[in-house]
């Protein structure tokens, strides 16, 4: 069975902290996509990042950067100098290739206070 | 329009109505999702659509029925709601089949 684990509900971080979102995960494939999204208080979910299970290089985007270990079933998701306006709620998420079994966390809520 | 586009965004109806939720996506992806998002509940995968044929059923109960006339649109019509049914449901389209990666706006539904 799939499953993902976001074992923080909520973070509250002071602007310009750097901070790390959890993501474990669990599958029986050998090959999947491993996804974050980001959700801000108007609801509509915003596509982050989409990883291949077979490449495990780190990825760097402006002050987001993500770091996937498959030995320990982890994509972790960092915000580097946070703002106000990375303020959501950030769901990481699992599918199989065929996406007949797609799986979110519970979602990480990140406040970032002023 | 540019994206993925949901109305209603906003439905309160009673559990004998019949109403229909609409997705409409401009972006040429080839398949189309739903998804159901409770207070309290992971975001759950309902119905996805490839080239119009559904190819997924995640034991979505019969009073939730999905329509897709062509890879631009997807419907979802609701009848005989109950209230544990209320909640955010989300559209989304992709370019292949890897997880929905556009999505809607969502329709907040309320059932009395």
């Known amino acids: 069975a799939q499953k993902v684990t976001q074992a923080q509900t909520e973070i509250s971080v002071v602007e310009k902290e750097d901070v790390t979102l959890d993501c474990v995960y669990e599958t029986r494939d050998t090959t999947y996509y491993l996804f974050w999204y980001k959700q801000p208080p108007s609801g509509e979910l915003v596509f982050l990042i989409r990883?291949?299970?077979?490449?495990?290089q780190n990825e760097i985007s402006g002050r987001y950067s993500w770091n996937f270990q498959k030995s320990t079933s982890s994509f972790n998701f960092t915000i580097t100098a946070s703002q106000v306006v990375d303020s959501a709620v950030y769901f990481c998420?699992?599918?199989?290739?065929?996406?007949?079994?797609?799986?979110f966390g519970a979602g990480t809520r990140l406040t970032v206070k002023p | 329009e540019t994206g993925v586009t949901q109305t209603p965004r906003h439905l309160v109806m009673g559990m004998t109505n019949k109403k229909s939720l609409k997705c409409e996506q401009h972006?040429?992806?080839?398949?189309m999702y739903w998804y159901k998002q409770s207070a309290k509940k992971p975001l759950e995968l309902m119905f996805v659509?490839?080239?119009?044929?559904?190819?997924e059923n995640n034991s979505v109960p019969s009073r939730f029925s999905p329509e897709c006339p062509n890879s631009s649109h997807l419907f979802l019509h609701l009848h005989t709601l109950q209230p544990e049914d209320s909640a955010l449901y989300l559209c989304a389209s992709s370019h292949e089949l890897a997880g929905g990666e556009f999505f809607g706006p969502g329709t907040r539904l309320t059932v009395l």
């Open positions: 998420a699992l599918s199989a290739l065929n996406n007949n079994d797609m799986r």
């Open positions: 990883r291949n299970s077979f490449d495990e």
């Open positions: 659509y490839n080239f119009k044929e559904q190819t």
């Open positions: 972006l040429g992806h080839n398949a």
